[in-house]
């Protein structure tokens, strides 16, 4: 019997901390070995002239998420999971929505029955909370994070899912108490809506409209009052998907006073501007709505705040947000309500998939930030924020066996050809980047090769966590 199931060798490994020369031993699933020279291994894997990473955690994708009527997400369990392997991942975490009205645990279970058995990467689910009722706060939710659900996200905006400010409040000393992690979508909703309905009174309802109607500032001052409930409870949350210079300024001066705020953003927020949804050089005048996402992409400048903030260590991972429709689709973004109003467009895009080749090329190949600090921003920092560490999220004895192999020079133009979401487009068609995902393994079987995906839906399981209890403070 050989002492290994898998050897890798030859390979540059990577962590959040180091990066040296070794091979590495899988049995069993997991990592047992880091050292130099291990041979005797079923199966081994040559990764000469490769880096080894963690595998791709996105702590942030929305996947078979109910998205108002007659609207569809272009992605169910399986497909978005076959793209996240495609795309160096071996862990993703989507969202349960609680619609209002409906118990937070009934949501839940429906969700997981979907995702059981059909998944290709390990899959942790967080919650949305949009109706803190006293049966939610009270039982649902301390219920709920006992069983391994210990993070979720609220709104301050979109119809249907905007807390106040007390609800707000209540959630965040709920959350003290259970020592949940509370992701925060900040962005005003009394100030999108006056900005929207004067633009449709003046007749801008084109999808540039969007951007329009979610100016920076609006974000500046939900990420300023979400800072100051998280301060008046002492409990840190994560502001997801900050998208410019503003919101990120807030997290900065935040974490200046010695706050426990923590951060997110997206490789869209990096690389694409509101320009894109001017729909340029397009006939279609619906074409700009491929790049309607919320928070908006800004500037080139805003692009260069939040790439500051990444390298000053102000932000701590960056996520996907992957939320994908089809384009040319009554279901998805050519619904027809959308093409009356930018109001009515479904917010989000698909980035599943490219969140890794993108992030590395504009950041380590373009000389922006270390090797290390990919690994802790695409990886590490996930797994430590949400209760997967030390499980998931570096190369070490004891971890899974969940690693990407990447060619740090290969070139590669994204297509959408070459994909394997569901959406009918990529926002990033054309994209030249320099590294690419050449091979994923999780839990010690390659699951992905050279953009061809080998597990079967089912391998990737749904995963429990558990609070931190130093977390769990009484409020
Ligand atoms: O536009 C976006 N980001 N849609 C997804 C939902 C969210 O707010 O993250
Ligand atoms: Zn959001
Ligand atoms: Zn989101
Ligand atoms: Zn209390």
């Not at 800072?227 to 409870?233: G, K, M, Q």
């Not at 570096?394 to 192999?405: E, M, Q, V, Y």
């Amino acid at each position: 019997m050989p002492e290994f199931d898998l050897a890798i060798r030859g390979g540059t490994v990577v962590t959040a901390s180091d990066t040296v020369r070794a091979d590495v031993g899988v049995r069993g699933g997991r990592i047992v070995a880091v050292a130099e020279g291990i041979a005797d291994a079923a199966r081994v894997i040559d990764a000469s002239g490769l880096l080894v990473l963690p595998g791709g955690i996105d702590s942030h994708v929305h996947i078979a998420q109910d998205s108002g009527p007659g609207i569809v997400m272009a992605d169910d369990f399986a497909s978005a999971t076959r793209a996240a392997a495609a795309g160096g991942n071996t862990c993703v975490m989507p969202f349960a929505l609680q619609p209002r009205g409906a118990s937070l645990r009934g949501a839940v279970d429906a969700y997981r029955a979907r995702a059981e058995g059909q998944c290709h990467v390990d899959v942790a689910i967080h919650m949305i909370i949009s109706d803190p009722t006293e049966a939610v706060l009270g039982q649902e939710l301390p219920a709920l994070v006992a069983d391994g659900y210990t993070s979720f996200k609220v709104f301050m905006t979109y119809d249907d899912l905007v807390l106040n400010d007390r609800q707000l409040l209540d959630v965040f000393h709920v959350a003290r108490r259970q020592g949940a992690r509370v992701m925060v979508h900040a962005e005003g909703y009394d100030a999108i809506r006056y900005l929207s309905e004067r633009l449709e009174r003046a007749g801008e309802t084109r999808p540039y409209g969007h951007a329009l109607s979610r100016p920076e500032i609006v974000e500046r001052e939900a990420a300023h009052r979400a800072i100051s409930h998280a301060e008046l409870i002492d409990l840190p949350i994560v502001i997801v998907h900050v998208s410019g210079r503003e919101a990120t300024e807030q997290i900065a001066w935040a974490q200046g006073r010695g706050l426990k705020i923590r951060a997110e953003t997206c490789p869209q927020y990096l690389t694409l501007t509101a320009e894109d949804m001017k729909g340029l050089g397009q006939d279609d005048p619906m074409a700009g709505s491929k790049y309607v996402c919320s928070p908006p992409t800004r500037d080139v400048e805003s692009q260069e705040a939040v790439w500051s903030g990444i390298r000053r260590g102000i932000f701590d991972v960056v996520s996907s947000d992957h939320c994908p429709f089809r384009y040319d689709d009554p279901q998805g973004k050519l619904n027809p309500r959308g093409k009356t109003s930018f109001r009515w467009i479904p917010n989000g895009i698909p980035g599943i998939e490219t969140r890794l080749p993108v992030f590395f090329s504009e950041g380590v190949s373009k000389g922006r930030i270390s090797l290390n600090q990919f690994a802790a921003l695409s990886a590490t920092n996930h797994a430590k924020l949400y209760g997967l560490y030390p499980r998931k999220g570096s190369i070490a004895p004891g971890f899974d066996a969940d690693l990407t192999l990447w060619d740090p020079n290969r070139r590669e133009t994204i297509r959408q050809a070459n994909l394997h979401h569901g959406s009918d487009y990529t926002p990033w068609e054309g994209f030249e980047v320099t590294g690419w995902p050449v091979m994923t393994i999780a839990g010690g079987q390659v699951i992905a090769e050279d953009g061809r995906v080998l597990s079967e839906p089912g391998r990737g399981r749904v995963l429990d966590r558990a609070v931190d209890p130093a977390e769990r403070r009484e409020a």
